[in-house]
């Protein structure tokens, strides 16, 4: 079992930066595949960014741009930095772990929950 704790999250005004992280504990970094996820009350969770351990990265279509995804193996922590904010990427931002991190499943559903088998509590983003 891998406990994820976020932080980071903020109130901020449109057109701001932001740097979310998630701090793993329980077993090693290296080996999984990591995801930040973001949820509207009311709304379905939505894929923001994955990144495979061998550093590939992707993201869903509404942050390409303006979104990075980054990990730091030292640290067993992962980022998610944020430029250009805008009030709609407001909502909780969960980090999650795929702990099996399959590269061929992995590219077919690293913008999913399916595989994602390990949750953080979420940390609140707010842009006004």
């Known amino acids: 079992h891998v406990q994820l704790v976020e932080s980071g999250g903020a109130s901020v005004q449109a057109g701001g930066s932001l740097r979310l992280s998630c701090v793993a504990s329980?077993?090693?970094?290296?080996?999984?595949?990591m995801g930040w996820f973001r949820q509207v009350t009311g709304k379905e969770r939505e894929a923001v960014a994955s990144?495979?351990?061998?550093?590939?990265?992707k993201y869903g279509d509404s942050v390409k741009g303006r979104f990075t995804i980054s990990y730091d193996n030292f640290k067993n922590t992962l980022y998610l930095d944020i430029d250009s904010l805008k009030p709609e990427d407001t909502g909780t931002y969960f980090c999650?772990?795929?702990?099996?991190?399959?590269?061929?499943?992995?590219?077919?559903?690293?913008?999913?929950?399916?595989?994602?088998?390990?949750w953080g509590q979420g940390t609140q983003v707010t842009v006004s």
């Open positions: 990144i495979h351990n061998d550093g590939t990265t």
């Open positions: 329980g077993r090693s970094f290296s080996g999984l595949c």
């Open positions: 999650a772990a795929d702990r099996l991190c399959d590269k061929r499943r992995w590219m077919v559903t690293a913008l999913m929950q399916v595989d994602y088998d390990n």
